[in-house]
């Protein structure tokens, strides 16, 4: 039997175990510092390190829930800094970026820094510390998460 046989036999017999998505707002777009525009909109990345892309995923825990922060380079998608806390303050996706630019293995003038329209990425002490490491921003438009670029594909039954 095949596993769409399978999952067909148990979902007539009523033994599947639906999967509830729980969505966890990990993004405040509502505020009032600047937005960068979309520099990848168009852009062919023909490189690793051309441009990186970064987000914020929620994670539930025993002790309740938490938040990772992730630079992954577009072209190669490693995870090229990351950073693991309980909130999701600013310190925590700088922290992100800096282990980023560590691990960059290419002199590269400046490296597209992409990322949603979160608060934590737009707020001036974030902009400007990615500035001076030479990363120039660009945030998606409305409605467009990052994810996407990524293009991280999933399988649920």
Aim: aromatic share 10%.
């Amino acid at each position: 039997m095949g596993r769409d046989a399978l999952f067909n036999l148990l979902r007539n017999r009523g033994l599947l175990i639906r999967k509830t998505k729980q969505f966890h707002i990990t993004t405040d777009s509502k505020h009032s510092f600047r937005k960068s525009p979309n520099l990848l909109e168009n852009l062919d990345i023909q490189h690793a390190e051309q441009a990186f892309v970064s987000d914020i995923t929620y994670i539930k825990t025993d002790q309740g829930h938490a938040y990772l922060a992730l630079v992954t380079d577009a072209y190669s998608k490693k995870i090229m800094g990351w950073s693991f806390d309980d909130n999701m303050k600013v310190s925590m996706v700088k922290q992100a970026l800096k282990m980023a630019h560590k691990n960059c293995r290419f002199n590269h003038k400046s490296i597209i820094h992409h990322s949603d329209r979160g608060k934590q990425y737009c707020c001036p002490d974030y902009t400007e510390f990615a500035n001076k490491l030479g990363f120039v921003m660009s945030t998606t438009q409305k409605s467009i998460h990052t994810k996407m670029l990524l293009q991280k594909e999933s399988m649920e039954y």
